[in-house]
């Protein structure tokens, strides 16, 4: 019984065989805007926010292994149609990950993983700001970025099958 412990939890040699590379290397933000083009007559009306949140996932291969992710996220947020604030955030990562890694499983640590390591950083930024622009606070709801690439990957999947059946 013994045997089968290992000494300062380092795992069997099967188990790091196993184990994919990855590793964050730096998260940053790469660009901001914060907009208020209706101030401060916005400021007058009754709060009443008609909020409208955009995501965008890009990544670029850096060199092999490394990889950039651009997770950007855009809040507007109007009132009685009129845009009270635009805030645009767009929060970077880089990240190793390494060459054993499978094409199909590449994409998902590409389009679900690491944009999921980069949210929390984004939504800090934009509440920071539209707090800092003496808005309500905006605290942003938990996105299933997993969900979006599944999605994201049935549309693709769909597409591919339609020039087929035309043909």
């Known amino acids: ?18 184990q994919v590379q990855f590793a ?30 955009d995501l965008n996932v890009k990544h670029e291969k850096i060199e092999d292994g490394v990889y950039e992710v651009v997770l950007t996220l855009t809040a507007t947020n109007k009132v009685e149609d009129e845009v009270a604030f635009l805030c ?7 990240f190793t990950i390494g060459e054993e ?20 950083y984004a939504r800090e930024c934009v509440a920071s700001l539209v707090n800092r622009a003496t808005f309500p606070q905006l605290n942003l709801a938990p996105v299933n970025f997993d969900a979006i690439f599944a999605r994201h990957m049935q549309q693709q999947a769909e597409q591919n099958q339609q020039p087929q059946a035309d043909a």
């Open 88 to 94: 645009e955030v767009h929060q970077a990562g880089i």
């Open 101 to 120: 890694v499978q094409e199909g499983q590449l994409a998902h640590m590409l389009g679900s993983f690491c944009p999921n390591i980069l949210f929390p």
């Open 1 to 18: 019984m013994a045997e089968e412990q290992q000494t300062n939890g380092a795992a069997a040699p099967n188990e790091q065989q196993s």
């Open 24 to 53: 964050i290397q730096r998260i940053f933000t790469k660009d901001v805007s914060f907009e208020a083009p209706n101030s401060p007559a916005v400021f007058r009306k009754e709060w009443k926010p008609d909020l409208k949140l």
